[in-house]
C-alpha cells in the first residue's frame, strides 16, 4: 500500500493509503472515532466506524491518548466540510508508541508554560506555521542573493574581537586565552568583499542583551551582504529589493500558514520598493513634531521606532545617525562628519529596526583613531587595518535580523516566537 504524506493527500482521492503520523485529537460517538491526525506536513481527520474494520484496530483506536504515535490506512475522500478538504475513511489502525499524559492540551496555556515546554509546543498547527514561514523567508533571501551572484561565505562563531561594541559580548575559555561569540560576521565579510566583490555569511549571532524586551534574543540569525565598490545609495536599494521580494514571496507560497498565524496581510502587499528614506535630523523632527521629548545625539528606543515607522505604510529608512552613537566602523559623511553613512530599516506595524548597516570607512588612518577612540585592542584588528592597507576601497553591508523580519512577516506580538528554540535573558532551555 502506498505511503503518503497528508500535505499529498489530494493526489490519491479515492485510493486507499498508509498515513504515518501523530493524534493530534479525537473524539468519538459511540461507534465512531474521529482522530486528527498530523505527520509534520499537515492535519487530516481520520474516521473510524466500528463493525467496518477489525474489532481490534478499533479497540487500538480507542486507546489512542493526544500525540501517541501510529500508522494509519484508509481510503482518501474529498469531502467539503472537512478542514482542508479531505478526509480518511480508516481501514486499519496500527498504533506505535501510546504517549503519557500529554502536557499541552488543546486548551489555552500562558506562554511562560508554552515555553518551557517548547520542544512539545512546536508540534501545534501555530508554532509548525512559523517555522515555514521562517523557512521560506530564509530561502527566499538566499535565492535572492544567489540571484544576484552574490557568494555565501562563512564568518567564524569563535572570534578574538567585537563588532558590535565590547557591553554585549559573550566571552568564553579558548584555552590560555579568550574567545568571543561572534555578534556580527561583519568583519569577516568586508574581508570576503575585497576577495569575492559579493559576498554574504548566515549565521547565528550572539549578544549578552541584558535588557527584557519583545525584540532581543540573545542568540539570533542574521544575513549580512557586503558589497566592494558600493555606497550607501547602492546598499539601501539592495536592501528594499530584497525586502519587498521576500513579502511577496511569503504571501505567494505561504497563504495558508500566513492564514494560520491569523495574519492580516493587507500592509504586507503594498510593500514594494522604493521605501522612503528619512534622514537622523528628519526622524527627530517628526518625533517632536508628535510630542515625543527627543534630543538630538541620542539614539532611538523601541518607542520611539514605532512612532516614526506610523508614519509611513512601508518600512522606512532612517540615514546619518549621528556618528558618537553608531559603530566605530561607519564612515563619515564627508560633507558633515557629525553624522554618518549609516543607515536603519524600521519595519511598520511597531516592529521596529529589522536592518542596520552602512557604508564602511576606507581610510586607514581614520580607521586606527576610531579604533583607539572606541578603545578596542589594536592587536586584534591589525587584520581588519590591513584591508585599508592593501587596495582600500569604498564598501558597503548590512545585517538583517532574522527573527525580527519574522515577527514583522507573521504578526507576531514577541520574537521568542520566531525561532525553534528561543535563547532570551532568563532562559535556556530547552
Ligand atoms: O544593527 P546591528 O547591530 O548591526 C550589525 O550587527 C552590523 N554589523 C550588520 C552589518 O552591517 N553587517 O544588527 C543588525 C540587525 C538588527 O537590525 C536587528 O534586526 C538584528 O540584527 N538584531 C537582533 N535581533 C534579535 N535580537 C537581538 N538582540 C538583536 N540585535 C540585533
Ligand atoms: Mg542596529
Keep these: 500500500?502506498?505511503?503518503?504524506?497528508?500535505?499529498?493527500?489530494?493526489?490519491?482521492?479515492?485510493?486507499?493509503?498508509?498515513?504515518?503520523?501523530?493524534?493530534?485529537?479525537?473524539?468519538?460517538?459511540?461507534?465512531?472515532?474521529?482522530?486528527?491526525?498530523?505527520?509534520?506536513?499537515?492535519?487530516?481527520?481520520?474516521?473510524?466506524?466500528?463493525?467496518?474494520?477489525?474489532?481490534?484496530?478499533?479497540e487500538a483506536c480507542d486507546g489512542l491518548t493526544q500525540e501517541s504515535s501510529l500508522v494509519v490506512r484508509g481510503t482518501i475522500k474529498a469531502d467539503k466540510r472537512a478542514p482542508g478538504g479531505y478526509e480518511v475513511a480508516v481501514t486499519g489502525v496500527r498504533p506505535l508508541h501510546i504517549a503519557e499524559e500529554y502536557p499541552i492540551s488543546l486548551k489555552k496555556h500562558g506562554t511562560d508554560f508554552l515555553m518551557d515546554w517548547r520542544h512539545l509546543w512546536l508540534r501545534t498547527p501555530r508554532q509548525a506555521a512559523i517555522l515555514r514561514i521562517r523557512h521560506e523567508i530564509i530561502g527566499a533571501i538566499r535565492d535572492f542573493l544567489d540571484e544576484q551572484e552574490f557568494i555565501l561565505v562563512d564568518?567564524?562563531?569563535l572570534t578574538p574581537s567585537a563588532c558590535e561594541g565590547t557591553t554585549t559580548l559573550f566571552s568564553t575559555d579558548y584555552f590560555d586565552s579568550t574567545a568571543y561569540l561572534s555578534q556580527s560576521g561583519q568583519l569577516y565579510m568586508e574581508a570576503a568583499a575585497m576577495?569575492?566583490?559579493?559576498?554574504?555569511?548566515f549565521g547565528p549571532t550572539f549578544r549578552a542583551e541584558k535588557s527584557k524586551t519583545r525584540r532581543h534574543l540573545t542568540e539570533f540569525w542574521m544575513v549580512e551582504p557586503e558589497m566592494a565598490w558600493v555606497d550607501l545609495d547602492g546598499n539601501l536599494k539592495l536592501q528594499e529589493d530584497m525586502v519587498s521580494y521576500v513579502i511577496q514571496r511569503v504571501l505567494e507560497e505561504r497563504k495558508s500558514e500566513l492564514a494560520t498565524v491569523e495574519r492580516d496581510t493587507g500592509r504586507l502587499r503594498n510593500i514594494k520598493p522604493p521605501f522612503p528614506r528619512i534622514s537622523y535630523d528628519e526622524a527627530v523632527e517628526i518625533l517632536n513634531k508628535n510630542g515625543v521629548e527627543f534630543e538630538w545625539g541620542n539614539d532611538f528606543g523601541g518607542g520611539d521606532e514605532t512612532v516614526l515607522a506610523e508614519q509611513f505604510d512601508s518600512p522606512v529608512f532612517v540615514h546619518r545617525y549621528p556618528t558618537a552613537i553608531k559603530a566605530f566602523y561607519m564612515k563619515p559623511d564627508p560633507q558633515r562628519p557629525e553624522v554618518c553613512l549609516s543607515a536603519d530599516l524600521l519595519?511598520?506595524?511597531?516592529?521596529?529596526?529589522?536592518?542596520?548597516?552602512?557604508q564602511r570607512i576606507d581610510d586607514p588612518e581614520l580607521l586606527r583613531l576610531r579604533i583607539?577612540?572606541?578603545?578596542?585592542?589594536?592587536e586584534a584588528y591589525a587584520w581588519y587595518m590591513d584591508l585599508r592597507k592593501f587596495g582600500s576601497?569604498?564598501?558597503?553591508?548590512?545585517?538583517?535580523?532574522?527573527?525580527?523580519?519574522?515577527?514583522?512577516?507573521?504578526?507576531?506580538?514577541?520574537?521568542?516566537?520566531?525561532?525553534?528554540?528561543?535563547?532570551?535573558?532568563?532562559?535556556?532551555?530547552?
Excluded at 372 to 378: G, I, Q, S
Design 393 to 430: 576601497v569604498p564598501h558597503s553591508g548590512f545585517g538583517l535580523g532574522i527573527e525580527r523580519a519574522v515577527a514583522w512577516i507573521c504578526g507576531l506580538d514577541h520574537i521568542r516566537e520566531t525561532i525553534p528554540f528561543p535563547r532570551l535573558l532568563n532562559r535556556i532551555y530547552p
Design 195 to 201: 576577495a569575492l566583490g559579493k559576498v554574504y555569511c
Design 347 to 358: 519595519a511598520p506595524e511597531g516592529y521596529g529596526e529589522i536592518i542596520g548597516g552602512g
Design 1 to 58: 500500500m502506498q505511503r503518503v504524506d497528508i500535505s499529498h493527500v489530494a493526489e490519491h482521492v479515492g485510493e486507499e493509503v498508509e498515513l504515518r503520523g501523530w493524534v493530534y485529537n479525537k473524539r468519538s460517538s459511540g461507534s465512531l472515532i474521529f482522530l486528527i491526525v498530523r505527520d509534520g506536513t499537515g492535519f487530516i481527520q481520520a474516521v473510524a466506524a466500528k463493525g467496518e474494520i477489525p474489532d481490534e484496530d478499533f
Design 372 to 378: 583607539r577612540e572606541h578603545d578596542l585592542p589594536e
Design 155 to 157: 564568518a567564524p562563531i
